[in-house]
């Protein structure tokens, strides 16, 4: 407008230029005759106009054509002309009301496909709340920690106490500078400070020993130096620490062989334990270590370290909602496929009859060998002082599923296996299978194990209506013959090629899956945990379990019952396989049949 | 001083196109399909809380491949990467269709192509785990639409059906 009216102002240095503003068609012919100057003045215009004005030469050329004949004044040609700028500007504009149509239909859609699947399975959408608050209250009471068994695990549940060797800190500083996505050590440093000391250690191998000691004055630790960090004392036998005045709680990390002895003598010295899995080696431990924890009142905590991961804890609300409808068959199974994942672990240079103390080792072992390196650092390959396949990953996979549906100990069980890959002296399994009954829930749970290959096959539930497979995340898929489901499957609200929903660690809430896309990167789970996604440690999280019951009282989520369940569970299985037999557990006589 | 550079960027090359009806009718319809696309591709990423270009940048692969899991690994920079990326497909996609800032757009447009195509390039040795619904040899859809847009810059169109008419035009009379 301010343009127009330049040009009107310019064009028309006449007396009166408001009224002229107004003139239409016909008088402006009038004007032009009468003005003949001016009218030139606007030819002339218009041909500059005809040459500024490139975009559009057609209509220009018409306009000009007009402008002769017609001897229309420019004002009129300006207003004709603006009218067709404004009309070719927003020419494209109308584009947006088909794209709005579209997006809002599809948008609807694909609501109205995830509001009637939540409210058909009426689950909420809300993560379990077991991550801890960003702001955390360092707890008042000081808790003194002694550690027995010092070896692979036992670092691992140190770290998750807030201790580590500097060694440790070391490594995990390199990988995260050789790989930045590793986070390991930011996870660590994190960690809430739990107000532990570590004061005692007691391993029978001297390096252990020494690097437990490290790791208690080590300052590189969640809460830094909190003054606590004076160093632990080292046990030479497990007794003087359980005894000791010093040591309130106490970490059992040793070979499953002593874990019965150790946790009865603890209890009883009025110290509370967290034992590692599997809580006992055999079926008559399972009943001493039971009745010995009842009676103390200690605070027990078995490690099965899964029961804080949330996708379990959310598994469990899913199966109480009966969402995959009757559960008859649940498949758990274990991969691995490289030494270390088989239980041949490196043998330590300073490894010696001086500096392992090897009676104390054996001990509680049914059969004394004389001193091995090889039965030293691998022990998990001998049933003398461990449990195989069934105590130390199968006891994992039961847990969660007895976590999750609470079967308790099943009717019975046929295992089998071999060892068939790592033929380097052990007698325990490498390749294991075991199938349990529960007729009284209609249902059989299988394990399957190899440590010969890689190939990860999950955690699955399967029902009737819905199959639901549970690892760090959590995915549901409709079966395509489902009743529950049959009618939005027809009517295409569910999609059985695609998850019913998923659900992801420290993802908001659960959520469901329209497009492949999705689903791609559902199964994956990385942007879930890398965006704003706190890192936990599982193991972290069940120390902390546990010490919030010996501070605060409550029971811990792995306790002796639980720990009952699981060892007569494992040993059943282990039974199985060295008898060659079924194996039936008598629930009235508490008794293997 | 901005206003001036905005009206070169917006109107270069300063000659304007001569088209017959029927070129300049291809041209804009292909602007506005590249714009729908833009704008489309940005409003899922707008309104799916958990979308991140975490997925994308782990699979990257070539040259490009370390600098890609910094930014994963840093959520800030991350942050900022989505951002971008989200409000960045939508900006483009709106100037695209309506005509607005249409160089600035198609150019942006281009280099926001450019990285998605060096990022994850479909060259030979390269496998990448995210499905797609084609096969690509060196050449995929990044390169095509990044050409398309290559064209539509040399041959603007924003000034004769686009709000830029309105924007820029009015300068040219003054």
Redesign the interface.
């Known amino acids: 407008m301010k343009?127009k009216k330049k040009k009107k102002s310019s064009n028309r240095p006449g007396k009166k230029p408001a009224k002229k503003k107004k003139v239409t068609g016909k008088i402006s012919k009038k004007l032009s005759n009468k003005k003949k100057i001016t009218d030139k003045k606007n030819i002339k215009l218009t041909n500059k106009?005809k040459l500024?004005?490139?975009?559009?030469?057609k209509p220009a050329k018409k306009e000009k054509i007009i402008g002769r004949e017609s001897k229309k004044t420019s004002k009129i040609e300006k207003v004709s002309l603006e009218r067709r700028?404004?009309l070719?500007?927003?020419?494209?504009?109308p584009?947006?009301g088909p794209?709005l149509y579209a997006?809002l239909k599809k948008?609807l859609s694909d609501d109205f496909k995830k509001k009637e699947i939540l409210a058909e399975l009426g689950i909420s959408r809300k993560a379990p709340t077991v991550l801890p608050k960003t702001i955390l209250k360092k707890p008042k009471e000081l808790i003194r920690l002694g550690i027995i068994g010092f070896g692979g695990r036992g670092e691992d549940l140190v770290h998750g106490a807030g201790f580590a060797h500097p060694d440790w800190i070391e490594r995990k500083k390199k990988q995260a500078k050789d790989?930045?996505?590793n986070?390991g050590l930011e996870t660590f440093l994190t960690q809430e400070d739990l107000n532990i000391a570590l004061t005692g250690v007691c391993d029978v191998f001297d390096v252990r020993a020494e690097r437990g000691i490290a790791a208690s004055k080590n300052d590189t630790r969640p809460g830094g130096d909190s003054g606590l960090l004076k160093g632990a004392r080292r046990y030479i036998h497990y007794q003087d620490l359980i005894q000791s005045n010093d040591i309130d709680a106490v970490i059992i990390a040793t070979p499953d062989h002593w874990h019965t002895q150790m946790t009865i003598d603890a209890v009883n010295a009025g110290k509370h334990v967290y034992c590692e899995k599997c809580m006992t080696r055999t079926i008559a431990e399972t009943f001493k270590i039971t009745e010995a924890v009842k009676n103390s009142g200690k605070v027990f905590q078995l490690g099965h370290q899964g029961r804080q991961q949330d996708s379990y804890i959310k598994a469990k609300q899913i199966a109480e909602k009966n969402i995959l409808g009757k559960i008859t068959l649940v498949e758990t199974t274990t991969n691995r496929n490289s030494p270390n994942g088989a239980w041949v672990y490196e043998i330590h240079d300073e490894g010696s009859p001086e500096t392992i103390d090897w009676e104390q080792f054996q001990g509680a072992a049914p059969n004394k060998a004389p001193f091995s390196l090889e039965r030293f650092f691998r022990w998990r390959c001998w049933f003398d002082y461990g449990t195989g396949l069934s105590g130390d990953l199968l006891s994992h996979e039961y847990d969660a599923v007895n976590q999750i549906l609470e079967l308790g100990i099943p009717k019975s069980v046929v295992a089998s296996g071999g060892i068939y890959f790592f033929q380097d002296g052990r007698d325990v399994p490498d390749v294991f299978q075991a199938v349990y009954e529960y007729p009284d829930r209609d249902l059989t749970l299988i394990y399957s194990a190899t440590l010969a290959n890689g190939r990860n096959r999950g955690k699955i539930f399967m029902g009737h209506d819905a199959s639901m497979e549970v690892g760090s995340s959590l995915t549901v898929t409709a079966d395509w013959e489902s009743t529950r489901y049959k009618e939005k499957i027809m009517n295409n609200i569910i999609n059985t090629s695609l998850p019913l929903f998923t659900y992801q660690p420290g993802?908001?809430g659960i959520?469901t899956v329209t497009s492949?896309?999705e689903r791609?990167?559902a199964t994956?789970g990385?942007?879930?945990t890398?965006?704003?996604g706190r890192r936990v440690n599982t193991t972290h999280l069940h120390i902390k379990e546990w010490l919030d019951c010996i501070r605060n009282g409550g029971q811990t989520s792995c306790n002796i019952d639980r720990g009952f369940e699981e060892a007569i569970t494992c040993h059943m299985a282990t039974i199985s396989y060295l008898e060659g037999r079924k194996v039936e557990w008598d629930p009235v006589n508490k008794k293997i049949v | 001083m901005l206003k001036k550079t905005l009206f070169y960027l917006a109107l270069c090359p300063t000659?304007?196109p001569?088209y017959t009806a029927t070129q300049l009718t291809s041209l804009?319809v292909l602007?506005?399909l590249i714009?729908?696309h833009f704008?489309?591709e940005g409003?899922v990423k707008v309104?799916n809380?958990?979308?991140?270009s975490?997925?994308f940048l782990?699979e990257t692969k070539g040259i490009f491949s370390g600098l890609a899991?910094?930014i994963?690994?840093?959520?800030t920079a991350?942050?900022i990467i989505?951002f971008l990326n989200m409000w960045g497909l939508i900006v483009i996609g709106l100037g695209l269709?309506?005509?607005c800032l249409t160089r600035i757009a198609s150019i942006s447009a281009i280099a926001l192509l450019f990285l998605y195509y060096v990022f994850n390039p479909p060259f030979i040795g390269y496998t990448y785990?995210?499905?797609v619904e084609g096969s690509y040899l060196i050449v995929n859809k990044n390169l095509i639409e990044m050409c398309a847009l290559f064209v539509l810059t040399i041959f603007p169109t924003g000034?004769?059906?686009?709000?830029?008419?309105?924007i820029f035009?009015?300068k040219?009379?003054?």
């Open positions: 343009q106009e500024t004005d490139k975009i559009d030469k700028d404004i070719k500007g927003i020419a494209t504009i584009v947006f794209f997006f948008k790989n930045k996505l986070k993802l908001k959520d492949a896309t791609y990167f994956r990385l942007m879930y890398l965006k704003g | 000659r304007l001569n804009v602007r506005i714009g729908w704008l489309y409003i309104l809380p958990y979308w991140s975490a997925g782990l899991t910094s994963v690994a840093n959520s991350l942050g989505d269709i309506a005509g785990s995210i499905p000034t004769i059906i686009g709000l830029d008419r309105l035009l009015k040219k009379h003054e």
